[in-house]
């Protein structure tokens, strides 16, 4: 599996470098998401602007992330999704659960936003 991971302060970006997500890339990509969530990344952003083709066990990856992230932190999609990505998630309905941004810039200023809103609410 071919990704690149860029970690900042506040979040980290895992860029997917293949263009199917599907039962041969997920074992390992849901093993990397834990490994980074107990390295304490507090937000990640998934781009999957790369990824042409998702299968079930992909998502199941990325519902792996959202759960991981879900208390305490933000994971957010981003990227250009092709739209066989998009049609795949809204028929299976995770467009209503999963936080997806067209860009990764868009993605940075979500991610420090809920960063703001944390921080206030702990205050």
Same mark, same amino acid.
């Given at each position: 599996?071919? &990704?690149?991971?860029?970690?900042?302060?506040? &979040?980290?970006?895992?860029? @997917?470098?293949?263009?199917?997500? #599907?039962?041969?890339?997920?074992?390992?990509? /849901?093993?990397?998401?834990?490994?980074?969530?107990?390295?304490?990344? =507090? #937000? @990640?952003?998934?781009?999957?602007?790369?990824?042409?083709?998702?299968?079930?066990?992909? @998502?199941?990856?990325?519902?792996?992330? %959202? =759960? @991981?992230?879900?208390?305490?932190?933000?994971? +957010?999609?981003?990227?250009?999704? %092709?739209?066989?990505?998009?049609?795949?998630?809204?028929?299976? =309905?995770?467009?209503?659960?999963?936080?997806?941004?067209?860009?990764?810039?868009?993605? +940075?200023? &979500?991610? /420090?936003?809920?960063?703001?809103? =944390?921080?206030?609410?702990?205050?």
């Amino acid at each position: 599996m071919k &990704y690149n991971i860029d970690k900042q302060d506040q &979040y980290a970006v895992l860029t @997917l470098e293949e263009e199917n997500l #599907n039962s041969i890339i997920a074992p390992g990509l /849901k093993s990397d998401f834990i490994i980074f969530n107990q390295e304490g990344i =507090r #937000n @990640l952003i998934f781009d999957l602007s790369q990824v042409k083709f998702v299968d079930s066990s992909g @998502l199941s990856a990325i519902l792996t992330g %959202h =759960r @991981l992230w879900k208390d305490g932190g933000s994971f +957010v999609i981003a990227g250009q999704l %092709h739209p066989m990505v998009t049609k795949l998630i809204e028929i299976s =309905r995770l467009d209503t659960i999963l936080t997806i941004v067209p860009t990764l810039s868009e993605a +940075v200023d &979500y991610v /420090k936003m809920e960063e703001i809103e =944390r921080e206030l609410k702990a205050g």
